[in-house]
């Protein structure tokens, strides 16, 4: 009999792990997928941290504190229903976290941090409003493997101690219980799989299993592979759900776990709030089913609908996710458009993932300088000639061609668009303008983070000196759950009275992030994976205070 068993190897379960195992205690962690995909979804991540007041913020001009941030935090979260006590007080927590050990705890781990930070989820409504009023996105050196690296070298020092052990290929199937407490776990042993790091594994069932622990940590994360429970989830607020999706997830990300635990006495909350991203792009070659990449933009291109119809005040690119998607799920169509050209790809467009940005991801200065350089990164460029879903042309009649080629029964107008791009270029040759768009980039450019590496010159789109013109077709991108198991801050997860279930706890996306739901209704980017290590280190530490 193990002291704790942990459900799931991505990294929340890796981090809950490593706290009991400086703690001194036992640990098995049990996981449906191979040994390939040790790490899960945050191997794939950017590696983004949400920080605030961090010497990488100072460096660059920029100014924050815990109370700015709280106020972005809490006006994004839009926090409205009972069942939000939790993630009231697992919010506070967190941005006490962000703005005080966070980094130092980091640090001290090795991971260490690009040194322009980003600006994501701009808002561009008012100061309680949603979004980021100061750039807090940092950029891992090494992205999602830099941020799991020391937590699995520590893992596996576990192992040759002789106090971890981890069982792929061990799926959980029930969580067993006596007199009301959880006491282990109950599952199937699946047959062995050569798939690589997030390609489809086989279920074929081989035999079964059973472990006995003290306490069972759940951390087996979202539903963003699961089309089905993402409709079945989907927020009426939102209007229905997209015809067609894509992944950014794997497969195996299934939300299985979920009922697993409500039918141990789990209470889930908020499970119809969830972050989808609107800049999906076909994967030319993908890893798993419907496999997505999402774009990462600055803020210049034009962002048109179905019909070519400019997207309203404030949804540019990279200000508003959840009320981007309402818009454009409005129309009646699941996709939009970006226009733009050449130079702005080149300064603008990153690829969210770690292997879209091997630069970072490998920590390689010389292939990291070439962003400076002219051209587009080396990932971006193979995209625009090779993506299903982009467009190059010399001029605008020829780029609505291609629009239409790719989408011919589409009802994309023309004429609109056409209005649109030469509308938007009148007000460029001014100093002065009513777009707000144009003004937002001027803002954005005041940042020096921004003006080196995320901000385009503002220029006409028809100028022969910017060109190529570009379109790309954007999708729906499926990605995290917002909401999940209710968790106190200890991470013990609560039942439907709100009283913990003995033995059971939970970390990570499949306890939203934090007592089933600390984001609220919006993110602020860079909180996901801060999400994963700050619940996951709660839940070890207090299963270590516990067992």
């Not at 993630?87 to 941005?95: K, Q, S």
């Not at 781990?109 to 989820?121: H, M, Q, S």
């Not at 226009?339 to 467009?349: D, G, M, N, P, W």
Request: glycine residues 12%; charged residues 20%.
């Amino acid at each position: 009999m193990q002291d704790v068993i942990v459900v799931g190897a991505g990294l929340a379960g890796l981090v809950a792990a490593c706290e009991l195992l400086d703690a001194g205690k036992r640990v098995t962690v049990v996981e449906q997928e191979p040994a390939a995909s040790l790490g899960g979804q945050a191997w794939w991540s950017f590696g983004g941290i949400f920080l605030v007041d961090s010497p990488e913020q100072r460096r660059m001009r920029v100014r924050d504190t815990l109370e700015l941030a709280r106020q972005d935090w809490f006006g994004s979260a839009g926090f409205d229903r009972p069942e939000d006590e939790w993630p009231r007080r697992w919010a506070e927590a967190y941005l006490q976290f962000a703005a005080g050990e966070k980094r130092a705890w980091l640090h001290e781990r090795g991971v260490r941090f690009f040194p322009v930070v980003g600006w994501a989820e701009r808002g561009g409504y008012t100061a309680n409003g949603h979004g980021n009023s100061v750039p807090r996105f940092h950029i891992t050196w090494g992205t999602g493997p830099g941020v799991l690296a020391p937590f699995i070298a520590r893992f596996r020092a576990g192992v040759d101690e002789g106090r971890a052990s981890i069982l792929h290929r061990h799926r959980v199937d029930e969580l067993v219980t006596s007199d009301g407490a959880v006491t282990g776990v109950r599952g199937s042993v699946l047959a062995p799989s050569t798939a690589a790091r997030g390609e489809s594994s086989s279920r074929d069932i081989v035999g079964d299993f059973e472990l006995a622990a003290s306490a069972v940590i759940v951390t087996s994360g979202g539903i963003g592979g699961n089309h089905d429970l993402v409709r079945e989830s989907w927020p009426k607020r939102l209007g229905a759900p997209p015809a067609t999706m894509l992944s950014g997830v794997p497969e195996h990300v299934d939300g299985r776990m979920l009922a697993i635990s409500e039918r141990a006495g789990a209470r889930l909350v908020n499970t119809d709030r969830m972050w989808h991203y609107t800049e999906g792009i076909t994967n030319y070659a993908p890893v798993w089913p419907l496999h997505g990449i999402r774009i990462l933009p600055g803020p210049s291109s034009l962002w048109l609908d179905a019909t070519g119809a400019r997207l309203p005040v404030p949804l540019f690119p990279g200000f508003d996710t959840l009320g981007t998607l309402e818009h454009i799920l409005s129309t009646g169509y699941d996709y939009s458009w970006f226009v733009l050209t050449q130079a702005i790809i080149e300064k603008e467009f990153a690829l969210s993932g770690s292997e879209q940005n091997p630069d970072l991801t490998g920590k390689d200065l010389r292939l990291l300088a070439q962003r400076i350089r002219p051209g587009a990164p080396g990932p971006v460029e193979a995209f625009k000639a090779q993506g299903a879903d982009f467009v190059v042309a010399e001029t605008l009649p020829e780029l609505l061609h291609g629009m239409a080629r790719l989408e011919p029964d589409g009802p994309l107008d023309p004429a609109r668009v056409t209005r649109e791009v030469f509308a938007r270029d009148r007000e460029i040759a001014n100093t002065f303008t009513k777009d707000a768009q144009i003004t937002a980039v001027r803002g954005a450019r005041r940042y020096l983070g921004d003006k080196l590496i995320r901000a385009a010159k503002p220029h006409r789109l028809l100028d022969p000196k910017a060109g190529p013109l570009i379109a790309v077709k954007l999708h729906i991108l499926t990605r995290k759950s917002l909401g999940g198991m209710s968790t106190d801050l200890d991470g013990r997860v609560l039942d439907a009275s709100g009283s913990p279930i003995a033995g059971l706890y939970a970390a990570g996306e499949v306890s939203g992030f934090g007592g089933g739901g600390m984001h609220g209704y919006r993110a602020l980017e860079g909180t996901f994976l801060g999400g994963c290590l700050f619940s996951g280190r709660q839940a070890g530490r207090a299963v270590a205070r516990a067992v």
